[in-house]
């Protein structure tokens, strides 16, 4: 997923920022409305083709605006409700907002959830009326009649009740006020969030190979991934909250880490380290100080024949030379490293820059795993 977004305004108190993502659905959807939908055979004469393109864009802008209110009625319910939103972001599949913490009860979430779905269902009910009362001016009648239905698609797909789409945390609600347990209501509405994902993706795959619908097969596929790595972690968060969330950094990395120098040949890096103690990777240190990490797989890029000439600094991973954490650091502050930004392991340094620790995903996924299967 692309990092970079940049911020736009402020709306009732609450940033909203563009992820840089979002330039390719306008793209995206300005070119098939331009293309495919005011198509001349539909309309024939209607149309010249840079109206199309206008009409196009026209459509992809004010479905951003009808997401942003989405997303700002989730928001504004949860304002209300004393939970502050840090900021709402536009990406590729749509909108978040980020709250500052979590909702800590079934019916605060099942408003805050169901209050999105209700604003797209008033905009598709708002633009049928508006295409239907403007019906002698052509261009503003389709452009609304367009929107309203890409609401109601937008209604629909959003209301399958699987988490996290706004039907599942609706799901999640109902089952958490019923049981009093967050997790299993998760774990059920995530389930199914899965499930739904994976069929967004075999159709997808229908779609590209057998239909030859390219664009809306990828399309398709790519909601898909999104949605199961969505539903993936957005239970893991809550099964690392209940298990392992007053946990610090230290009760779960694993010492007695071996480091290697920069300037270790990679022939010595392999016999002497991998081959030795087993380790999937190695923090290279220069000057007592941590500057990357190396794993088997950075080795393997160079052929065996030159292993004796190249040294560890030459395939070392260094972008993740900042990135430690502290022993006293939170659980939580591994979690979203590890599961929230895809690091694959993460060192942990003394006060001194020593390297006392590190943990894996792998480490931490064993952590959550021993925990929730414990506390059942
Ligand atoms: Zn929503």
């Known amino acids: 997923m692309?990092?970079?977004?940049?911020?736009?305004?402020?709306?009732?108190?609450?940033?909203?920022?563009?992820?840089?993502?979002?330039?390719?659905?306008?793209?995206?959807?300005?070119?098939?409305?331009?293309?495919r939908c005011y198509i001349p055979e539909i309309y024939p004469g209607r149309f010249l083709s840079y109206e199309n393109w206008a009409v196009g864009f026209l459509t992809a802008l004010l479905l951003f605006v009808s997401i942003l209110l989405h997303e700002f009625s989730h928001a504004l319910v949860a304002s209300r409700n004393g939970l502050p939103i840090r900021k709402i972001?536009?990406?590729?599949?749509?909108?978040?907002?980020?709250?500052?913490?979590?909702?800590?009860?079934?019916?605060?979430?099942?408003?805050?959830?169901?209050?999105?779905?209700?604003?797209?269902?008033?905009?598709a009910v708002l633009f049928h009326t508006v295409s239907f009362l403007s019906r002698?001016?052509?261009?503003?009648?389709?452009?609304?009649?367009?929107?309203?239905?890409?609401?109601?698609?937008?209604?629909?797909?959003?209301m399958v009740p699987g988490f996290p789409l706004d039907g599942g945390r609706i799901l999640r609600a109902a089952i958490w006020r019923r049981t009093g347990n967050l997790q299993y209501a998760t774990r059920?509405?995530?389930?199914?969030?899965?499930?739904?994902?994976?069929?967004?993706?075999?159709?997808?795959?229908?779609?590209?190979?057998?239909?030859?619908?390219?664009?809306?097969?990828?399309?398709?596929?790519?909601?898909?991934?999104?949605l199961k790595q969505a539903a993936r972690s957005g239970y893991l968060m809550v099964a690392f909250k209940e298990t392992l969330g007053h946990l610090h950094v230290s009760d779960i990395m694993r010492t007695g880490v071996v480091t290697t120098e920069s300037s270790t040949s990679l022939r010595t890096l392999v016999d002497d380290y991998f081959l030795k103690y087993?380790?999937?990777?190695?923090?290279?240190?220069?000057?007592?100080?941590?500057?990357?990490?190396?794993?088997?797989?950075?080795?393997?890029?160079?052929?065996?024949?030159?292993?004796?000439?190249?040294?560890?600094?030459?395939?070392?991973?260094?972008?993740?030379?900042?990135?430690?954490?502290?022993?006293?650091?939170?659980?939580?502050?591994?979690?979203?490293?590890?599961?929230?930004?895809?690091?694959?392991?993460?060192?942990?340094?003394?006060?001194?820059?020593?390297i006392i620790g590190i943990v894996t995903r792998r480490d931490l996924m064993e952590a959550i795993k021993v925990t929730t299967s414990i506390g059942q």
């Open 188 to 226: 059920i509405a995530s389930r199914i969030g899965s499930g739904f994902a994976i069929v967004l993706i075999v159709m997808g795959f229908f779609l590209f190979i057998i239909y030859g619908q390219s664009i809306s097969g990828l399309w398709l596929i790519f909601i898909g991934f999104f």
């Open 89 to 123: 972001t536009l990406f590729m599949f749509g909108g978040v907002a980020h709250m500052e913490r979590e909702v800590d009860n079934p019916t605060l979430e099942l408003r805050m959830a169901a209050a999105g779905p209700l604003m797209t269902l008033l905009l």
């Open 278 to 354: 087993h380790f999937g990777s190695f923090p290279v240190m220069k000057d007592g100080e941590y500057v990357g990490i190396v794993t088997l797989k950075d080795v393997k890029r160079v052929e065996q024949d030159h292993w004796e000439k190249a040294a560890v600094e030459d395939v070392m991973d260094r972008s993740m030379a900042g990135l430690h954490l502290l022993p006293s650091d939170p659980a939580e502050k591994l979690f979203n490293l590890i599961v929230g930004m895809g690091i694959a392991r993460v060192p942990v340094v003394d006060y001194s820059g020593n």
């Open 136 to 158: 002698e001016m052509f261009y503003v009648s389709i452009l609304f009649e367009s929107l309203s239905r890409i609401n109601v698609g937008v209604l629909i797909f959003n």
């Open 2 to 35: 692309i990092q970079k977004s940049i911020r736009l305004f402020r709306l009732w108190g609450i940033p909203v920022e563009l992820n840089l993502s979002w330039l390719f659905v306008l793209t995206l959807i300005t070119w098939t409305f331009a293309t």
